[in-house]
């Protein structure tokens, strides 16, 4: 890569965070991830001089791409789908891989949702919540949650949940049960559309090396 062209790279400190970091590492892209644990929010990369790091909330990484202020960044699937940014996906990261499903009682698995009237539907997802539901041809009620969305069935807020599960481990402890699994989501490099054009042969650049990682991540 040119070092006169510079890559300025979105990343969020979530569940993402370490898996990313060392995807990045094995790319060559950083030698010490201590430099990402200080509060700096911007910096350079120690190894590599074309590229630059943001930090940033995870939810926001899509908005700093689909903007141009980072020419790519790390989001997980769902966050992308989400957040509707015109963005480019070129790179399945295989890392953060969780299942997005409804979830709720026991006892309410397998009740359709066309029968019921007034379901309401707690998630951090509306987008992709109000989507999967219009799909089945049921119509929801959609609450709005940043957090702890297991909460909302136990306490009547919420008939269902629709959420990010890995283990499922926080299900189990609070007696929900998934109901249907919505999809799969992992970490997907996300590229502005304007710089995967201006900078093509470094966002290449940036696709092959990044291939070249997760290829060996694969095979360990």
């Not at 644990?37 to 990369?45: D, E, G, I, K």
């Not at 609450?143 to 909460?151: A, F, H, N, Q, Y």
């Not at 269902?160 to 919505?182: K, P």
């Amino acid at each position: 890569m040119s070092e006169a062209v510079h890559i300025t790279l979105a990343l969020s400190k979530g569940k993402l965070f370490a898996p990313a970091v060392a995807l990045l590492q094995r790319a060559g892209l950083i030698a010490d991830a201590e430099l990402f644990r200080s509060r700096r929010l911007r910096f350079a990369s120690d190894t590599h001089p074309a590229f630059h790091f943001l930090l940033v909330k995870n939810s926001d990484v899509p908005t700093y791409v689909e903007y141009g202020i980072a020419d790519a960044g790390i989001a997980g699937l769902d966050v992308l789908l989400e957040s509707g940014a015109e963005v480019d996906a070129p790179l399945n990261l295989q890392i953060g891989r969780c299942r997005i499903a409804v979830a709720g009682r026991p006892e309410d698995a397998g009740r359709g949702y066309i029968l019921q009237s007034q379901l309401r539907v707690a998630t951090k997802y509306p987008r992709l919540t109000r989507e999967y539901f219009a799909g089945r041809g049921a119509q929801v009620e959609i609450i709005k949650l940043d957090g702890s969305v297991e909460l909302a069935v136990l306490v009547g807020l919420a008939d269902r949940i629709v959420d990010l599960v890995e283990t499922g481990e926080t299900l189990r402890q609070n007696d929900l049960l998934i109901h249907e699994v919505i999809g799969e989501s992992t970490a997907r490099l996300i590229v502005n559309k304007a710089s995967h054009k201006l900078k093509l042969a470094a966002i290449t650049d940036l696709i092959n090396r990044l291939r070249k990682a997760v290829h060996e991540n694969s095979s360990r």
